[in-house]
């Protein structure tokens, strides 16, 4: 197995890096599997003249360094990389090719793959909507962030206004030649794989497997602290607009203007990595930032177990339609209620009542009223101790994803698929 990410975990440490990193790990502890992962660098690593792959982390793990890459149509303008890529797989013959994303090595590479080896499988797991909606994959509206339900040329052009129709149109059928040549993909929401299936995709060739989530510590069925004098929701994760930050401080604003107290609002991220306008926007508001919240700052991902047990509930108040977000799944490995938007795959993966309480989404209002209830109320997120699910674990994840490559390599693909001689 040859397990592809956009990045590597250990310069980058988004959700779908750390999913497909993790998916590598635990199938190098199954019995009778050899696994490879290949990562991009995303630049985050120095390129070395007279080679496009690395080697830093081990013999079995490849980093391709090429810089450069065209967002519009995900496509990789790198003139090397198609005989890198060609002579790795040649050398290493995978029997399946698991591709966690196509950013930074292009959708084109999926050509590579099925000339290289033609009787391989390959496996695409969609993290977000990127084929779909050219807004960073987030299918909400340009300027005003609102909700997009399903793209189309003429829309889309609304939203990109320097682009025509056309464009559009030839953007989209681009990338679907391309993902013609995946013999399966793989949604960690159903609700993801509803949108993509709704855009194009054929239903029999897509099934839903969420993230799983490494063994829970014992330190992870430890109730929630007391609520004392104040009841603690906690945020964790990117800091930026999409991510619903003004969300949580227009919020936080309101309860201190209505007088609420007993709860506290811990804000727990980076926002460095976001563009100048948003960082300096975001700085001018903790000059003035309301008394029961407090950004904390930046932390390291092994500590998230430990910050989200000392909260009384974890909040994701995300103004997009988020897919699988992984501070959920963490959340609820540490049994900690989720406070969240009422869509997408938020809404999915904590139901209402059971596993935290939705409230509707890019309402600070909303959210204000909900949080006063349950401040005034801790007893009903302790209750949920109860109720709340427990989500998939890795090796449960793990044995899920090898039975789709047992499916897929019990079929024969044919000798020659036409789609691929139309690309060529």
Not at 33 to 53: I, M, N, Q, T
Request: contains cysteine.
């Amino acid at each position: 197995m040859l397990v592809l990410s956009h990045m590597h975990p250990k310069a980058s440490r988004g959700g779908a890096e750390i999913a497909a990193y993790q998916l590598y790990g635990a199938l190098r502890e199954e019995p009778g599997v050899k696994a490879w992962f290949l990562a991009a660098s995303g630049g985050r690593f120095p390129e070395r003249l007279g080679a496009r792959l690395q080697q830093p982390f081990g013999q079995d793990e490849f980093v391709y360094t090429g810089t450069g890459f065209d967002h519009w149509i995900h496509a990789n303008p790198d003139p090397e990389f198609p005989a890198e890529l060609g002579a790795l797989l040649e050398e290493l013959r995978p029997d399946v090719v698991h591709l966690h994303h196509y950013t930074n090595f292009g959708v084109e590479a999926l050509l590579g793959i099925r000339r290289a080896l033609p009787d391989a499988r390959i496996v695409l797991t969609l993290h977000e909507y990127l084929a779909i909606c050219n807004h960073f994959g987030q299918m909400v509206k340009r300027p005003g962030f609102g909700l997009c339900e399903r793209s189309g040329p003429r829309d889309c052009a609304r939203c990109f206004p320097e682009r025509s129709e056309q464009d559009f149109f030839l953007r989209e059928l681009y990338i679907k030649r391309f993902f013609r040549l995946v013999d399966h993909f793989v949604s960690p929401s159903r609700f993801l794989a509803e949108r993509y299936v709704a855009w194009g995709l054929d239903p029999a060739t897509v099934s839903v497997i969420e993230n799983g989530m490494p063994e829970a510590g014992p330190d992870a069925l430890s109730p929630p602290p007391a609520p004392g004098d104040e009841v603690v929701f906690a945020f964790f994760g990117q800091i930026s607009r999409l991510k619903g930050i003004d969300v949580l401080f227009d919020a936080a604003a309101l309860l201190e203007k209505d007088g609420v107290a007993g709860l506290r609002i811990e804000v727990h991220g980076d926002y460095s990595g976001q563009p100048p306008e948003f960082r300096a926007a975001f700085e001018k508001r903790l000059e003035d930032t309301p008394a029961n919240l407090r950004h904390c700052g930046p932390y390291e991902n092994a500590r998230v177990h430990e910050l989200m047990r000392s909260a009384h509930a974890v909040l994701v108040p995300s103004v997009w339609w988020e897919n699988s977000p992984l501070v959920i799944q963490e959340a609820l490995l540490n049994r900690r209620p989720v406070v969240c938007s009422d869509i997408g795959g938020m809404a999915e993966k904590v139901r209402d009542g059971l596993d935290g309480f939705h409230f509707r989404a890019g309402s600070a209002h909303a959210l204000a009223a909900l949080l006063k209830r349950l401040a005034a109320q801790p007893e009903r997120l302790a209750a949920l101790q109860a109720t709340m699910a427990t989500p998939p674990s890795l090796r449960e994840t793990t044995r899920a994803t090898r039975r789709l490559y047992s499916r897929l390599l019990e079929s024969r693909r044919p000798a020659a698929a036409p789609q691929e001689e139309a690309i060529a």
